[in-house]
């Protein structure tokens, strides 16, 4: 099992920028993927964007982002710290929810870091409220 613990969120104004994390500890060696996902209320919760675990054959991390956000967050890892973050620039009114974290040890697709059901364990989550 692995344990996640995000944190950074917070209140900004559109437009502006917050950096969140995700640090996991426990069984990290067999994670596959790490993605954050976003719920609003009254509303289902959403896949945001998504990173492999693993280096591809180009060594770089495979990353996959919700077409809402792409261009806006960037998500990436410090296998060092075990640390995900997901840094989102030009937060817009259609942003703000709970942001969870979680981990998948199944394989899956690229395409497939983005679905709730390929993960097992998931973070408590942080608030990121936008508004001027």
């Known amino acids: 099992q692995v344990q996640l613990v995000e944190s950074g969120g917070g209140l900004v104004q559109p437009g502006g920028s917050l950096r969140l994390s995700c640090a996991a500890s426990?069984?990290?060696?067999?994670?596959?993927?790490t993605a954050w996902f976003r719920q609003a209320p009254g509303k289902e919760r959403e896949g945001v964007s998504g990173?492999?675990?693993?280096?591809?054959?180009?060594?770089?991390?495979?990353?996959y982002y919700a077409t809402s956000v792409r261009g806006r967050f960037t998500i990436s890892r410090d296998n060092v710290k075990n640390v995900v973050y997901l840094e989102m620039n030009d937060l817009r009114v259609e942003d703000p929810a709970v942001y969870y974290c979680?981990?998948?040890?199944?394989?899956?697709?690229?395409?497939?870091?983005?679905?709730?059901?390929?993960?097992?364990?998931w973070g408590q989550g942080t608030q990121v409220t936008v508004s001027s």
């Open positions: 979680a981990t998948g040890a199944r394989s899956m697709t690229i395409a497939g870091v983005l679905e709730t059901e390929n993960y097992d364990s």
């Open positions: 426990g069984a990290t060696r067999d994670v596959f993927a």
């Open positions: 990173i492999l675990n693993k280096r591809s054959a180009g060594g770089r991390y495979q990353t």
